[in-house]
Structures are given as structure tokens and as C-alpha cells.
């Protein structure tokens, strides 16, 4: 995988499986989640973890470690612009400065889908102030190119509703968004098992990141390594090329040159 590294921002990533930090059972759950998943970057809701904020209580730093993950703060919960920017500017501040971030905003609490005004406008807001913005999305082509136009690092169409495990239910939007950016095009909610991050890979995403997926499975510490291989061989399958897909059968063994 070394030679096939996810580049966002000028950091290269061996993994290309991002990996959230809610809805575990406990800190210990969530150490073990993240060590089987293999992830490099791992997501943080500032709005929903402490991460310094609360010294009395526990740390989610003490298992997530900066010095062995990337953390990738997050503006979860935040239906306003005005919200996720002072979350991001409170995160770098949190974290020494650090100016990679997730963004987004919210505008509906039912489907939690994006506020896509709302979001350009703090997308615009956090890149003049020096972040590098990876931005939550809906899987519309043309407001994928805003947001690169902007300056985002990252543009991360959902592939259904957050926490859904619906899977990619617009599979050719996303081609679409791939086919247009020069930055990084990451699937970001409604993956629900395996084949969903296969195919996520397979059509040509440079990454996936998920949380409930695995966070809500009987087992998470299993689901983190299925969805660690599964991002590995669906990026394997993409690079190897599929074959066309055809109407009728074409013989393994062609019957052109038998002896009999």
C-alpha cells in the first residue's frame, strides 16, 4: 500500500480507511476499533468528546494518541456556520495549533443533511483562516466543485443519510464528483458493512470514513478489520481495472485453437 498513498493536504496516508470515535461502548472499545481498522486519521466531534476541555473527566486523547494519529477534529452537531467555525478554532486551539479539520454543517436533524449555504460559507470562512477544510457534502457534482473552487483539501459526499448503512445509493454522482476534482473525493456516511466500502473504493473514491458502521456492530473490533480489508481490496480492484460488464457469456477457455 506504501506506493498507493492517500495524499490530503500534503500528508501522505498508507491507509485509506478514516475511522469515528462516537458511539462505543467505552474507551477501551474504542482503542481496540481503531487498532483493527488500521486508520491513520481518526475523526474527532468536538462538540461531543473531550479532548481537554473537561480536565475531571476522561480524555479521549489518552487512547487516541496524537503522536501515533492524525486527529481530524469534526463540527458534528453544528447547524449554523457562526457554530462550525468557532468549533474549528476552538479544536486548533485545543490541539496546538492543528489546522486540519472535518466540516460540517447540518440542517435538517431528521435526514442530518447538509446545509449547503451554510456550509460554503464556513468552508470560505476556515480557508481564509488558514485551515485545511475537509468538507461533509451531498453527492451534487456542482457543489462539490464550489468547495474545491474554495479551497477545500477534500470533498466527502455522503453516499446516504449518516448512520443510515444504507450503502452508496448514487453511485454515479460520486463517479461524477471523482471524474471533476483534483482533490481527494472520500465517501463520508451511510456505509453499513463491507461490500459498501468495497464499492465505494471500486468506482474510484480515494477513501472512506465511517463510524457507525462499526461502532454499532455486534462485534466493532471485528467490523474494523473487515472494513480495514475491504478498503484494500476495493482500492486494489479499482487499480487492477474490471472487466466490461456484457450482456452474454464470454467462455474462460475460448474454443479457438482446440485439437478437438
Same mark, same amino acid.
Given at each position: ?142 457543489? !462539490?466543485?464550489?468547495?474545491?473552487? @474554495? /479551497? #477545500?483539501?477534500? $470533498?466527502?459526499?455522503?453516499? &446516504?443519510?449518516? %448512520? ?32 459498501? !466500502?468495497?464499492?465505494?473504493?471500486? @468506482? /474510484? #473514491?480515494?477513501? $472512506?470514513?465511517?463510524?457507525? &458502521?462499526?461502532? %454499532? ?39 479457438? /485453437?482446440?485439437?478437438?
Amino acid at each position: 500500500m506504501s506506493e498507493d498513498n492517500l495524499v490530503v493536504a500534503g500528508r501522505s496516508f498508507e491507509s485509506r480507511l478514516l475511522i469515528g470515535t462516537g458511539k462505543y461502548k467505552d474507551l477501551e472499545q474504542t482503542d481496540a476499533a481503531i487498532r483493527a481498522s488500521g486508520a491513520e486519521i481518526v475523526t474527532v466531534a468536538i462538540r461531543r468528546s473531550n479532548i481537554g476541555q473537561k480536565p475531571d473527566e476522561p480524555n479521549l486523547l489518552d487512547v487516541v494518541l496524537p503522536e501515533r494519529y492524525t486527529i481530524l477534529p469534526n463540527t458534528a452537531g453544528c447547524y449554523t456556520a457562526k457554530d462550525a467555525v468557532r468549533t474549528c478554532r476552538l479544536a486548533r486551539e485545543l490541539l496546538d495549533g492543528h489546522n486540519l479539520v472535518k466540516l460540517e454543517v447540518l440542517g435538517d436533524e431528521r435526514t442530518l443533511y447538509p446545509d449547503i449555504p451554510a456550509t460554503l460559507d464556513a468552508a470560505a470562512q476556515l480557508v481564509a483562516d488558514g485551515f485545511d477544510v475537509m468538507v461533509y457534502t451531498s453527492d451534487d457534482p456542482i457543489i !462539490a466543485r464550489r468547495l474545491e473552487d @474554495i /479551497g #477545500c483539501v477534500a $470533498v466527502m459526499p455522503l453516499a &446516504a443519510p449518516i %448512520g443510515s448503512g444504507l450503502g452508496i445509493q448514487n453511485p454515479y454522482n460520486i463517479i461524477t464528483i471523482i471524474e471533476n476534482a483534483s482533490v481527494p473525493v472520500l465517501v463520508d456516511a451511510g456505509v453499513g458493512t463491507a461490500s459498501d !466500502a468495497s464499492v465505494a473504493m471500486e @468506482i /474510484g #473514491c480515494d477513501g $472512506v470514513l465511517m463510524n457507525t &458502521a462499526i461502532a %454499532g456492530a455486534r462485534n466493532p473490533v471485528l467490523m474494523a478489520s473487515a472494513m480495514r480489508k475491504a478498503v484494500e481490496a476495493g482500492r486494489e480492484a479499482y487499480r487492477a481495472g474490471r472487466i466490461a460488464k456484457k450482456r452474454f457469456a464470454s467462455a474462460s477457455s475460448p474454443i479457438e /485453437g482446440t485439437f478437438f
